[in-house]
């Protein structure tokens, strides 16, 4: 399945393949009045972040001019790189909390679309720091220079009754405050949990639901809406060109289902079956990861605030604007599929990893290295037959393999079960039949371990062992990732 | 009896033997073959190890300089282990196109024919096997005698399972055993009663291979290279008789002759055979005889398009058969751990007949010790990580073996060999196969009780493991122009004469009207001399 496809399916389009979800949206745009009401640049910050991306995109399909703030110009994402590339886009390079040296660039008339912040792992301080300071110096700065309107893109955890632990939903409520209470003209946008390709959050979910056993927080009846990224992105530069609302809009997308619902539907979007949930205690194990983080927060898988949304409806309040746009709202069981998985090109031939690889195969094939014969050998094959395409998660799994003996170990387990004809697989191929005609190597592949009799029988009772334990550590550690890229494309 | 030549299409082992016949009975044969010739075997006195320590590229030699022989594991199609040095016998399909429906074929333009590849079984058919045939086993004896002594065959002519072939001369004393293969029998003799009560019986192969000199041909020496041709002769194939017809004056060989079609009279005769040349030029060779031995299927071809050339419409053959192979891999239990001896005699040096009592339920079935073959097809092939499976097969590889099953087939009417048009005036060969309906039955039964009896001799043959090959893969191709007493243009009579035609014969397959179990190619070699002892 397709996201393209199905999403024109679904819209009865007569539109041909040939256009992409962003022309679609930036189309949808139109009748809105494209820029009515935007009589300045929209004033983006955060835009190399998820939403940031694809807002730009949208902006950019729909020939908006833009300012962008960013911290680190010189590494742009490569979207953005694209749109800038395309003109009418001015890129200004600062800090949110220091708008000294770039105030003076907002100009009379611009819309500013606050979406940078701090999330996840961020210290309370920090949350502080960025979203409320930061929120009020834009605000400050965007007065000063005259901006028409303020969007300011929140959170629905703003308003979780339950926020135990939550530095961000308590700095989220308070930049809106501040937004409230500032000088400018304002909308308030508070998006549900954000999906689609590649989306952060959806990728931490999806490695839960790929676990054999999924872990869910508490009794998994809350209620989360998802929303698409491009729904969200479209939504907001629609926001931006009206006139602002001075109220509290809260975007969600087109399904409310319950948190353990939403486990099965990934799964399903993946083509794997239904999860198997085990239902854990919340309120401990958030005590637990209250009480760990200020030691361990960088390493800490989830953060106690995270867990909100185990304990919270996280659902958006109906609205007219929303209503107004359902129509076009990308189908959730979409939203979920993930990109089918990019086939990359062959690789370029490149001796010096090959050697490497070569090596760590071997180790972990023969628990010896490789003779120059097969070095060669192996060479000359990747030289003469380039493979590819293949995906991305065959490319990381030889690239994990290539680490050492014991990592090609998990992917050699991990291959035979997941991608028996994937590319690691056929790299061991190769060299098994390098090493069965290698003159000095060739009798390693037929001598039997000594002993013999019942000692040879024990062995090999030892190697299904060895195997069993390899493939369980190998699904734990490589089946998510795997889930994660895209299942659906790589066979 | 010189005078005009024979013209004898194809030099497989159904045109080498019956030229031979000619050729001792003083006619004079000029043969049109396509003729791909064998490379020179290399390095003769060494061992299959040695190749691998001596040969400056044994990678070269074992993989194939284009890396040919290397099984990927996402290599599509049936597995047939040809090593590089074999490659030649193989043609990739019919060169003027094909479309199959249900079946794989193989075609060959070897000088030797497909028999280049084979694996040398050479057994008799007995009067069952012959039931619907216009000859029995008495007439057929002389003749598989006179084919054993031109070519040497080895083998048991009084364990049990030498019953059920019947008597013929030129049988050689059978070849030393390998140790799996010595101690499987030695196992037998213990169990014999019960596989007996159960109709089945273990005995020494009959093989296509020297066990004492024959005509200024060593006796194979164990070298173990068999796979990769051997380098002696000791095991036979086809050109070595065509090499002895050559040495004759009365021969004429002709390669890079590919005989398209038959030219024929107003009345319906064959008047000349056409064949095309690689260089695209067409040459004609005028006849009053000609004697197809293409193999079953091109002979089918030249057939049609000769009919559909002379402006009728091309009939489609009915009844094309081929046996039904399944392969048992299987494991002895006591030889788990060993090491395995590579000097061996690397072809089945065991058979098994299997008896459940039904006419086309003879099961025939073929025992190699796997020993020298690629390693790497089968270590993918085992359901472990690489390391895994490496170690594992390390440890069952001299208990390893592979039971090749071959059930028997019939004549039916929907499968089926015809030509259609493709636009350009040619045509390409159509081939549609299916199976008979009872034969996922048939097999199943057979299935269950060798797996017993393997069992029964210390074998585990692991059912996951068991496999029918498609229909095409096991090159027992026959039945397309039936021998009848009475029948259409397109059956022949005793003699394989093509009543279409009056003075067409066809040598190979194509005249068998029904296919046992065993090896047809001994009783392909012993036909074709028998026509041409009987009609020339
Ligand atoms: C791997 C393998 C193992 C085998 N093992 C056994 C075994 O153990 N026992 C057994 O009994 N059988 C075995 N066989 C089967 C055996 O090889 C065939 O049954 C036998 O070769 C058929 O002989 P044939 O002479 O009828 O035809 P082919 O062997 O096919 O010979 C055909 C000849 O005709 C020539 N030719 C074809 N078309 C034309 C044309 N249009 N013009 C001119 N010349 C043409 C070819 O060049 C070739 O010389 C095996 C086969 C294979 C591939
Ligand atoms: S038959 Fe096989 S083992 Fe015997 S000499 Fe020939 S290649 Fe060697």
Redesign the pocket.
């Known amino acids: 399945m397709r996201r393209g496809e199905v999403w024109f399916a679904a819209q009865g389009s007569s539109l041909s393949q040939a256009g992409s979800i962003v022309s679609l949206h930036a189309m949808s745009l139109q009748p809105m009045g494209g820029n009515r009401g935007l009589g300045g640049r929209l004033f983006i910050t955060g835009a190399s972040g998820y939403v940031g991306r694809q807002v730009v995109a949208t902006a950019s399909a729909a020939a908006l001019p833009m300012a962008l703030l960013v911290r680190a110009p010189a590494s742009l994402p490569p979207e953005l790189r694209a749109a800038v590339d395309q003109g009418g886009v001015e890129i200004i390079s600062g800090e949110l909390c220091d708008a000294a040296p770039w105030q003076a660039r907002v100009q009379p008339g611009d819309v500013v679309l606050h979406l940078a912040a701090a999330t996840g792992k961020a210290t309370a301080r920090e949350h502080t720091r960025i979203n409320v300071e930061g929120t009020r110096s834009l605000a400050q700065a965007a007065a000063a220079g005259g901006a028409a309107h303020f969007v300011l893109v929140s959170s629905i955890a703003t308003r979780f009754p339950d926020q135990t632990h939550y530095p961000y939903a308590h700095a989220k409520s308070e930049a809106e405050r501040c937004v409230r209470e500032g000088p400018l003209p304002f909308t308030i946008v508070r998006p549900t949990l954000v999906v689609g390709p590649n989306a952060p959050v959806l990728q931490g979910f999806a490695l839960l639901a790929g676990l054999p056993i999924t872990p869910v927080f508490g009794d998994g009846q809350r209620r989360i809406q998802p929303i698409d990224v491009n729904d969200l992105a479209a939504a907001l530069v629609a926001l931006c060109a009206e006139p602002p609302a001075g109220e509290t809009l809260e975007l969600g997308g087109p399904e409310r289902v319950t948190i353990d619902a939403w486990m099965h539907r990934i799964r399903g979007a993946r083509g794997a079956g239904t999860a198997r949930l085990l239902h854990l205690p919340l309120v401990p194990i958030r005590s637990l990861l209250a009480f760990l983080e200020p030691l361990l927060l960088p390493v800490l898988p989830l953060t106690a605030g995270q867990l909100a949304t185990f304990a919270n409806d996280g659902v958006a309040e109906p609205s007219a604007f929303m209503n107004s746009r359902a129509g076009t709202l990308h189908p959730l069981d979409i939203s979920l599929t993930p990109p089918v998985a990019e086939r990359l090109p062959p690789t370029p031939f490149d001796a010096p990893l090959l050697g490497d690889e070569c090596r760590a195969l071997c180790q972990h094939l023969i628990g010896a290295p490789p003779s120059d014969a097969m070095l060669a050998g192996y060479l000359e094959h990747h030289r003469r037959f380039p493979v590819g395409p293949f995906t991305r998660f065959e490319n990381e799994l030889i690239a994990f393999a290539r680490r050492s003996a014991f990592a090609s170990a998990l992917a050699d387990a991990y291959s035979v079960r997941f991608l028996p004809n994937g590319l690691l697989r056929r790299k061991l191929v190769l060299l098994l039949a390098l090493l069965e005609t290698d003159p000095e190597l060739f009798p390693s592949v037929d001598a039997p371990d000594a002993g013999g009799g019942a000692i040879a029988l024990m062995r090999l009772m030892g190697r299904g062992a060895t195997e069993v334990g390899l493939t369980a550590l190998a699904v734990l550690w490589l089946g998510p990732r795997h889930l994660l890229s895209g299942r659906g494309g790589d066979e | 009896m010189s005078g005009e030549a024979i013209l004898v ?7 080498v033997h019956f030229a031979a016949t000619l050729l001792e009975k003083g006619y004079r044969v000029r043969m ?5 010739a064998r490379p020179e075997p290399i390095e003769p006195e060494l061992s299959l190890d040695g190749l691998k320590r001596e040969l400056p590229d044994p990678r070269g030699f074992f993989l194939g300089d284009d890396w040919e022989a290397l099984v990927l594991n996402d290599s599509a199609g049936e597995y ?1 282990g ?1 090593p590089p040095g074999k490659q030649y ?1 193989f043609t990739p399909a019919e060169p003027l196109g094909i479309r199959t429906q249900g079946f794989e074929p ?10 280049e ?7 008799p058919f007995d009067d069952r096997d012959l039931a619907d045939w216009m000859i029995d086993c008495d007439a057929l004896a002389p003749y598989y005698g006179r084919v054993a002594e031109r070519i040497g065959i080895s083998g048991a002519v009084d364990d049990d399972l030498a019953q059920h072939f019947p008597v013929h001369a030129g049988i050689q004393p059978a070849l030393e055993l390998d140790r799996h293969s010595a101690l499987l029998l030695e196992r037998y003799a213990g169990v014999r009663d019960r596989w007996q009560r159960a109709n089945a019986r273990l005995g020494r192969s009959r093989v296509a291979t020297l066990s004492q000199p024959l005509h200024g041909r060593q006796a194979c020496h164990r070298s173990g290279r068999c796979q990769w041709g051997c380098p002696t002769d000791a095991f036979y194939t ?1 050109s070595v008789t065509l090499r002895e017809c050559r040495e004759n004056e009365r021969f004429e060989y002709l390669p890079d ?4 079609h038959l030219a024929l009279t107003g009345s319906g005769a064959a008047a000349a055979a056409v ?1 095309r040349r690689q260089d695209g030029s067409e040459v004609r060779f005028e006849a009053n005889r000609v004697v197809l ?4 299927l ?1 002979s089918a ?2 057939v049609l398009e000769s009919i559909a050339r002379s402006g009728d419409p091309a009939p489609e053959l009915v009844g094309l058969m081929d046996n039904r192979q399944v392969l048992m891999p299987f494991v002895n239990l006591r030889l788990l751990g060993r090491p395995f001896d590579s000097e061996s005699y690397q ?1 089945h040096q065991l058979a098994l007949g299997f008896d459940p009592g039904g006419a086309r339920d003879y099961v025939h079935g ?1 025992i190699t010790t796997l020993t020298t073959a690629l390693v790497h097809p089968v270590v993918q092939a085992l359901p472990f990580s690489m390391r895994t499976s490496l170690g594992m097969f390390r440890n069952i590889h001299a208990a390893l073996a592979l039971l090749n099953l071959n059930f028997a087939d019939d004549r039916r009417p929907e499968n089926r060999v015809g030509l259609e048009p493709v636009g350009d005036g040619s045509h390409r060969m159509v081939i549609a196969y299916q199976p008979a309906s009872d034969e996922a039955a048939r097999m199943k039964r057979s299935l269950k009780s060798l797996r017993r009896l393997l069992l029964s001799l210390g074998c585990v043959a692991p059912p996951p493991m068991t496999r029918a090959r498609p229909m095409g893969a ?4 026959a039945g397309t122009f039936p021998m009848c007493e009475e029948g259409g243009d397109y059956t022949t009579d005793r003699d394989g004469r093509l009543r279409a035609f009056g003075n067409v014969w066809l040598a ?2 194509s005249s068998f009207p029904s296919l046992p179990a065993k ?4 009783t ?1 070699m012993a036909n074709a001399t028998r026509i041409a002892e009987e009609a020339f």
Do not use: Q
């Open positions: 299409v194809g030099s497989g082992p159904s045109g049109l073959d396509v003729g791909n047939y040809f016998v193989l075609f060959s333009h070897a000088a030797g024919g497909l028999a590849a084979w694996t040398g079984g050479s057994y086809p002759h590919y005989v398209t064949a031995a293409a193999g079953t091109p071809r030249i072809y073929l096991s090159v027992h191709y190979d397959g090896n047809l190619t001994f392909l």
